[in-house]
């Protein structure tokens, strides 16, 4: 350094350079340095005398592409940066869930909340919540009955819960709006709200006329392919939705919520032209439901084999299409025998039961794996006396499914030029 000018390079000790960093002047900012727009982090004082370490080319490479990724470097801040907020779209009207405007309203959403929540594992404690809801006129009382109508057809999977639900409120009643000194039961009811879906179903009812008009004023191809399709849906849920009626039915008879002549009188009228195939469809849900419970009911009459009866005939003069026929033989098939399917129909399950079927499952591919194994592992073992034994690595019980793998030899069969 020039001591004349006072100018040059400055050397300082690393004591001093501490002994400066404690002192006050040092934490007070100068007044003649200018605002700056980014601060940057002190970094760690290396060594004296200490080389930086060089990092590998790779890592430097990956290093240089999340700088140009994030755009700034690692340990600088920048405070002058604006974030920018990306607007989404936002209609001018949005759906808002309108409060109920009346206590009648306020129940059913509690009570459609509830079917909806409705499984087998939490069945007691929402039938007992469901049962509690203050049902107390007729008008509530039968929309109350239409939900649980159309829930049970809608999903005929859980139609046996919600017959049970029905066989629990059963006894409910309240005062007739016409008059109130006479009461009307939930059970009456339901039994009416089911006997006008069966006699007149969603698809007897379906509203072609409406549905050509749409195709008519089409203007494109595509238009009338669409709507095409969408008539063909709307056919087939109504036509599905008489099915659940009739399952309901069925399972509304095995909680003797219907008599043995009510369901004499289904069979008969599914039974009234053998060529309506919708409704034969029905009575094969029929009688896979109930059908058990009817051919062994006293029937003086001998109705169910006559239905049967009538059910081969038209097997046997393929009147209808190869599958209602195949669904017809499927039925006699089941009751040939006695009624147990060959295979299990998939119900509503608790958790508890999938765990239960999940661990055999698995019990059951380790078995099979474990005798793989063995089969390929057997070895035989001739101990002093002559006797020949079949064993395995693994469990020999298990690999033979209790039948015994010892295999003894003799002395006495052995060649006389062996015995000594």
Known sequence: MDTDTGVGEKNYSRELLYKLRL??????????????????????????????????????????????????????????????????????????????????????????????????????????????????????????????????????????????????????????????????????????????????????????????????????????????????????????????????????????????HIMHLCLHKLLTNKRDEENLECLCKLLRTVGGLLDSAIDKAGTFGQCMDRVQEIIDEKAVSTRIVFLLQGVVELRQHEWTPRRKEEDPKTIEKIREEAAAEQAYQAKTERRRRNKHSRKTRVDRDGSCHLASLDDQDDLMEGISGRISIRRALLPRTTRR
Request: proline share 6%; aromatic share 6%.
């Open 23 to 260: 002192s006050p002047l040092a934490k007070e900012k100068p007044k003649e340095l200018d605002a700056v727009d980014t601060i940057f982090k002190p970094q760690r004082l290396r060594s004296a005398g200490r080389t930086p370490r060089r990092q590998p080319e790779r890592l430097q490479t990956k290093l240089s592409q999340k700088q140009q990724w994030r755009g700034k470097p690692k340990h600088a801040v920048a405070h002058t940066a604006e974030k920018t907020e990306e607007c989404l779209h936002k209609v001018s009207n949005p759906y808002k869930r309108r409060p109920a405007t009346t206590e009648e309203e306020a129940i059913l959403r509690q009570a459609r909340s509830t079917l909806n929540k409705l499984t087998p594992e939490n069945f007691a404690k929402l039938a007992e919540s469901f049962m509690g809801l203050p049902v107390n006129n007729e008008h509530l009382l039968r929309s109350v009955v239409d939900l649980i109508f159309q829930k049970a057809v809608d999903e005929p999977r859980f139609s046996e819960g919600y017959a049970t639900l029905c066989s629990l409120m059963r006894a409910v009643e309240v005062p007739r709006e016409e008059n109130p000194e006479e009461k009307i039961k939930f059970q009456s009811l339901l039994l009416l709200k089911c006997q006008v879906k069966f006699e007149h179903p969603d698809w007897a009812n379906f509203n072609y006329e409406l549905w050509d008009q749409k195709v008519a004023s089409a203007t494109s191809d595509a238009e009338r392919d669409r709507i095409h399709e969408e008539r063909t849906v709307e056919l087939e849920k109504s036509k599905q939705r008489t099915v659940g009626t009739v399952q309901l039915i069925g399972e509304l008879y095995k909680q003797k919520m219907m008599n043995l």
